[in-house]
């Protein structure tokens, strides 16, 4: 299992914009065959950051992803909305500790 988590700063009056867009592709976005989670954070203090968090089978299911027209339509319209460049992060999971 693969766990991607990329970091936005969004210029402060593209934050909707952002927003919608994403609201308008999660679901197709989570139905690509090998991701098994999506969600979207924002930061506590920084309203312009964001995370999406996924998860994925493989990183071969993550670039069959990234080489897709529905990621090359999302991203091509998200990065002009940046203010910072965004910063990515692939792992993998060690350990879960439970209660």
């Known amino acids: 299992m693969l766990i991607r988590i990329v970091r936005m700063t969004f210029q402060p009056e593209k934050v909707n914009d952002f927003l919608e867009n994403f609201n308008t592709h999660k679901k197709s ?11 979207l954070c924002q930061d506590e203090n920084d309203k312009n950051i964001f995370l999406t968090h996924s998860h994925w089978e493989s990183e071969e299911y993550l670039n069959q992803y990234r080489d897709s027209e ?22 993998k999971k060690l350990e879960e500790v439970e209660k």
């Open 70 to 91: 529905l990621f090359k339509s999302v991203w091509t319209f998200t990065k002009a909305l940046f203010a910072e460049k965004p910063i990515a992060f692939s792992s």
């Open 29 to 39: 976005i989570r139905n690509s065959p090998g991701c098994h989670h999506l969600e």
